[in-house]
């Protein structure tokens, strides 16, 4: 007959469903609140870390009893009921020590990761504004050094009360045994204490210092990686890897500080409790010569101090390990402070329902429901910037051209929410690294059978064959394997896969050739038939397959139609001027001495005709 073991292991889901919402007062008022959304975990260890102490504390005095019963009676009943209840003891001491330990780590873990989501959570909500308000190294010092900062602290937490209860246990046991050698064991180890504590403030001085030269380096670090291909193209990687080395020194020189301070700390955590424990070991042998106390008190006294070395050890570790964490937290709590730029505020008004128009306001750019419609500007930078807007990315620069979802404007309504109905996907492309199926999926929805479409429609094939494992291939950072095209359609297979009621896609197609460009229009607007959607192109590849086409000039709509309509309307025609115009911004294959003698002819017809009707012609 086998016997299977098998180890129960509880599994705490991180992250968190919900991280909460910090008080921003300041860095302490953020570890308490860390603190009370884990009470539970807290009281657990703080119970095990006091349980551990006491029988660790308990230890000493055990001993004494059996060395004193020994000596009085040799190996008696009463000697082996002492070292039973001592082997006992030090069971329970193991025991709560190796539980205590999981729920020590537990509290770090807890701690940590929840200050990671805060500070993530903010970083994917503020937009721009993180980059206006802190550097780049800020931020991922942030995640990969503070929030570790902070979690050490509850991490020691547990421990460090522990042995401040099991001091006062100690405290008392000694002074039954001797008043005098209690004394002296009760007073001079907070005297210790208070010495290494004067050490703490120029540490957490040296800290500091170090973390902002470290927060330096990493953003000249990571502007400097990001722009190697420029900064070689314009010679200037010696003079930025030159800047590079004198930031690292200063990293170097500040951490060389941190060191010094904190190798005297180590120094005189070792010295100062060292020197104790002697002095308490030669007033306890003139104790016991003097036969004031017991051979077994002698030994336990000296127990005594050497146990309450370690509390002192933890209490200064506590402080190095809370200023660390102060530091931590005050930079944690600036990333935290930094407003979205989408406004910190909830809704203000009720989501309107699906299939309204979605209007910016003040070109006159209308997306009617269940339309393909393409926008054209003569000024490219015009159209991109209406398009952004219809993804509301930032409040206060849009306040004075608003765009409303069936009349609400859209700073009135949930965000989230909203990023569920209207998507934008810029014209340059971020992709990240990891598997080429998690890139695509960025909502965690959808199939191999409809990630194999997107990148259909996308005309993605060639970047499958290229990855030895096709759709579970890894993608190295920024795509950086990939050529400019290839990047660009991969975005655009991941902006259909979010299949939004409204897709506004930004110049898709402009780094492919006119072969593939043909194909992805095609495919695209066949996928997003009878779906709102708004391509902003002054390609007639993609426009001749559009619902619709929208000519925005001098910041206002002039005039729409299906391309072949403004193609063929007559320059005399009402709105030819328009169409003339319209022309000349996607008339790529037409020829340029057309086009001028067209305008010439406009010009002339427009000066016979007076300044009435030239004014009702429009912006030209």
């Not at 990686?225 to 193209?233: D, E, T």
Request: hydrophobic share 45%.
């Amino acid at each position: 007959m086998s016997v299977v073991l098998r180890t129960v292991v509880v599994v705490r889901s991180l992250p968190f469903a919900d991280p909460g919402t910090p008080p921003l007062r300041g860095p302490l008022t953020l570890l308490l609140w860390l603190a009370r959304k884990q009470l539970r975990v807290l009281l657990v260890a703080m119970f095990f870390g006091v349980l551990g102490f006491t029988c660790s504390a308990f230890q000493p005095f055990l001993l004494g009893k059996i060395i004193d019963s020994a000596t009085a009676s040799g190996l008696s009943r009463d000697t082996w009921t002492w070292a039973g209840i001592m082997v006992a003891v030090g069971l329970v001491w193991i025991a709560s020590n190796a539980i205590g330990h999981r729920w020590d780590i537990t509290a770090w873990m807890h701690a940590a990761f929840r200050t990671s989501q805060l500070v993530t959570r903010t970083v994917a909500r503020s937009g721009h504004n993180i980059t206006k308000e802190l550097p780049t190294g800020e931020v991922v010092s942030s995640v990969a050094n503070d929030t570790m900062r902070i979690g050490e602290v509850f991490a020691i937490a547990a421990q460090t009360i522990g042995s401040v209860a099991t001091y006062g246990i100690v405290v008392v046991l000694m002074l039954d045994q001797s008043l005098r050698l209690g004394l002296v064991i009760a007073l001079g180890l907070p005297v210790v204490a208070a010495i290494l504590a004067l050490l703490v403030k120029p540490l957490q001085k040296h800290q500091k210092n170090q973390r902002d030269a470290q927060g330096r380096l990493t953003t000249l670090g990571a502007d400097t990686v990001s722009g190697l291909r420029i900064l070689r193209g314009i010679g200037g990687e010696k003079v930025f890897t030159g800047r590079y080395q004198v930031q690292s020194q200063k990293v170097r020189e500040a951490g060389v500080a941190v060191a010094g301070t904190q190798s005297v700390l180590d120094a005189l955590q070792i010295l100062l409790p060292g020197l104790f424990i002697a002095l308490v070991v030669y007033l306890g042998a003139a104790e016991a010569i003097a036969g004031r106390i017991s051979t077994g008190q002698l030994v336990a006294f000296y127990g005594y101090a050497s146990f309450l070395s370690w509390p002192v050890h933890l209490l200064v570790q506590s402080v190095n390990v809370v200023t660390k964490a102060h530091v931590a937290a005050g930079k944690v709590v600036k990333v935290l402070q930094v407003v979205p730029a989408t406004g910190a505020a909830g809704s203000t008004a009720q989501m309107p329902p699906a299939g309204v128009p979605l209007v910016d306001e003040t070109t006159g750019v209308t997306l009617p429901p269940g339309r393909v419609v393409a926008l054209v500007s003569a000024d490219p930078d015009e159209s991109a910037q209406v398009a952004i807007r219809m993804g509301r990315f930032d409040d206060d620069a849009e306040a004075g051209t608003p765009v409303t979802l069936g009349g609400v404007r859209l700073a009135d309504l949930d965000k989230q929410e909203l990023r569920e109905r209207i998507v934008v996907a810029d014209a340059t492309p971020a992709l990240f690294s990891g598997r080429l199926a998690g890139e695509l999926d960025v909502r965690d929805s959808a199939n191999a059978e409809a990630l194999l479409r997107a990148m259909h429609i996308a005309d993605a094939h060639d970047v499958l064959e290229s990855l030895p494992d096709g759709i579970e291939g890894e993608i190295p950072e920024k795509g950086r394997s990939l050529s400019g095209g290839q990047r660009q359609r991969v975005a655009l297979a991941r902006a259909l896969l979010t299949d939004p009621e409204i897709l506004v896609l930004i110049e898709p197609t402009s780094a492919v050739d006119a072969h593939t460009e043909a194909r992805i229009a095609q495919r695209l607007t066949a996928w997003r038939q009878g779906r709102t959607t708004l391509i902003v192109t002054a390609s007639p590849l993609v426009l001749d397959h559009v619902d619709d086409v929208i000519f925005l000039d001098g910041g206002t709509v002039v005039t729409h139609g299906t391309h072949r309509e403004l193609l063929d309307l007559p320059t005399q025609a009402e709105g030819g001027r328009e169409a003339a115009r319209y022309r000349r911004v996607v008339g790529r294959s037409m020829d340029d001495d057309d086009l001028d003698a067209e305008l010439d002819e406009l010009l002339r017809a427009n000066s016979n005709t007076g300044p009435t009707n030239a004014g009702e012609g429009g912006k030209a």
